[in-house]
Nanobody
Framework: VQLQASGGGLVQAGGSRRLSCAASGRTFRSYYAIGWFRRAPGKEREFVAAIPWSGVTTYYADSMKGRFTISRDAAKNTVYLQMNSLKPDDTAVYYC??????????????????WGQGTLVTVSS
């Protein structure tokens, strides 16, 4: 079971970046959901967005609403995080994670059982 986050890099403030989270070993459907979290230097881990495998509902942290969009391609076992209007404060390592059960709170990192290795997004001013 593996989650592989990719797509990080250096981007200028106001720019966009799309992150991908590819699931291997299990189909995306066997996870209850996929979530994105981030950890900025010197800060606590922070919830970004999440999407159940059904894709019917999406969840966002308030500070990401309107700028970030989470989506999934079940056929490709991949979840995307489209990030627009990026700010220097968005600089962080972004992680994707998956809970295995339905007793799950989207924003609670402790409810997630599998974590990817993270991808670094650096937003320059």
């Amino acid at each position: 079971v593996q989650l592989q986050a990719s797509g990080g890099g250096l981007v200028q403030a106001g720019g966009s970046r799309r992150l991908s989270c590819a699931a291997s070993g299990r189909t995306f459907r066997s996870y209850y959901a996929i979530g994105w979290f981030r950890r900025a230097p010197g800060k606590e881990r922070e919830f970004v967005a999440a999407i159940p495998w059904s894709g019917v509902t999406t969840y966002y942290a308030d500070s990401m609403k309107g700028r970030f969009t989470i989506s999934r391609d079940a056929a490709k076992n991949t979840v995307y995080l489209q990030m627009n209007s990026l700010k220097p404060d968005d600089t962080a390592v972004y992680y994707c994670a998956a809970p295995l059960s339905g007793g799950w709170s989207a924003s609670n990192g402790y409810d997630y059982d599998y974590w990817g290795q993270g991808t670094l997004v650096t937003v320059s001013s």
